[in-house]
């Protein structure tokens, strides 16, 4: 197993079980307790999570969200898949809007450029990628910019919202499970998804696996809510048919 794979695995586990044992996971993957220790290291270092005595903890349960620059760097390829298949729910004219998030930035990287589209975003990296294309009209919602996620949140953008209609909302979330539907760890934030998920005809999750089953501290919809769910292979297929039954298309890239 490669270190990339490594960290992955260790990062699931954190997740999963909400603390990572080095000399357990050591044994499982068959590798020194030095290379584990490593391994949580780099991730530490990415601030994905926290070493303790023994181990690691994932920071969610510290009540950290990661920045964004810190989130680019992890799941890339995966990311890169989930946004190449969520072009197909883009329309071939219209409106959308684009949440805050490191896979809606790829998303909006690689939209057409053979078409005129309307975009609403509150969120300064995605405007960044589209303010220059001609084919854009570009509207950016104010509000008071949040730091960890360079988004617009506040009465301000929630109030702009109400005017809005666009025919695809494209949302990111930190969290996905059947019991709470979609969740994220700031209240603002979520009341800003809240309003994006209420401006779109239709709604477009894009998530990689690793946001389902987890749960964070505010609710923004329920899975009834959500039109479409882009994510990655990552994701098993009991889990993605699950999903689907309580309400979203599960499209796994």
Avoid at 54 to 80: T, V
Avoid at 94 to 117: C, F, H, Y
Avoid at 175 to 200: H, Q, S
Avoid at 204 to 228: F, N, S
């Amino acid at each position: 197993m490669y270190a990339p794979e490594r960290h992955q695995e260790l990062l699931n586990k954190a997740r999963t079980e909400g603390r990572v044992d080095v000399a357990t996971v050591a044994a499982e993957l068959d590798v020194t307790a030095e290379t584990i220790r490593r391994d949580l290291t780099a991730l530490e270092r990415l601030g994905l999570v926290r070493r303790v005595h023994g181990g690691a903890i994932p920071i969610e349960r510290l009540g950290i969200e990661p920045g964004i620059a810190d989130r680019e760097r992890l799941l890339a390829g995966e990311k890169e898949r989930i946004a190449k298949a969520a072009l197909a729910e883009v329309p071939d004219g219209g409106a959308i809007i684009l949440d805050a998030g490191t896979t809606t930035v790829r998303l909006a990287e690689m939209l057409p450029q053979d078409r005129e589209l309307t975009v609403v975003t509150h969120a300064l990296p995605v405007a960044t990628v589209l303010a220059a294309r001609a084919n854009v009209t570009l509207h950016l919602l104010g509000g008071t910019i949040r730091g960890r996620t360079l988004a617009g949140v506040g009465a301000w953008t929630e109030r702009s919202l109400t005017e809005v209609r666009a025919d695809v909302t494209f949302l990111g979330t930190n969290g996905i499970t059947l019991e709470d539907g979609l969740t994220t760890p700031d209240l603002a934030e979520a009341a800003v998804k809240r309003a994006l998920v209420a401006a779109g005809r239709r709604v477009v999750v894009l998530a990689d696996h690793t946001k389902v089953g987890r749960h964070d501290l505010a609710r923004v919809a329920d899975l009834a809510q959500i039109d479409v769910l882009v994510t990655d292979t990552g994701l098993d297929e009991e889990t993605a048919d699950a999903l689907e039954a309580a309400g979203p298309r599960v499209v796994r890239a």
